[in-house]
């Protein structure tokens, strides 16, 4: 029941913030930078999968280690995956796109590494406060 409620404590917190994130960074940092590669409109399918899976990787890499070893280990565990997981793929986009800024690469790590970092230590406490 813990892991139940640290993915959905997870899935609030990093939800929240993805979505100011992209609320502005899709016109203000994607869209200028990449333009036509860009699809026309967002595809919901492709996210929601994406984030159910990123949010279940959350819980086992840094929210369950967090559950026994404190609120740093998740923070740290945190970091190291969302710097892990974006950098594949910024990394692999610069690689393979004709047009990745290398900008847009430290940018988008930089965020994904924050927002997994602040999402897991928040669901760890949340999951430690209220599940015991």
Do not use: K
């Amino acid at each position: 029941m813990s892991y139940v409620m640290a993915y959905v404590a997870a899935a609030v917190v990093f939800g929240a913030l993805d979505a100011a994130w992209l609320g502005w960074a899709g016109p203000n940092l994607y869209r200028p930078a990449l333009g036509d590669l860009l699809a026309p409109a967002f595809r919901p399918a492709p996210a929601l999968v994406f984030y159910a899976i990123y949010l279940a990787g959350m819980v086992w890499f840094a929210i369950r280690p967090g559950l026994t070893q404190g609120l740093g280990a998740a923070a740290l565990n945190g970091a190291l995956l969302g710097a892990m997981c974006y950098m594949t793929y910024d990394l692999t986009s610069q690689a393979v796109l004709a047009r990745w800024p290398v900008h847009l690469t430290i940018i988008d790590v930089a965020w994904g590494t924050f927002a997994t970092m602040v999402a897991a230590t928040a669901a760890t406490w949340f999951t430690l406060r209220f599940a015991g």
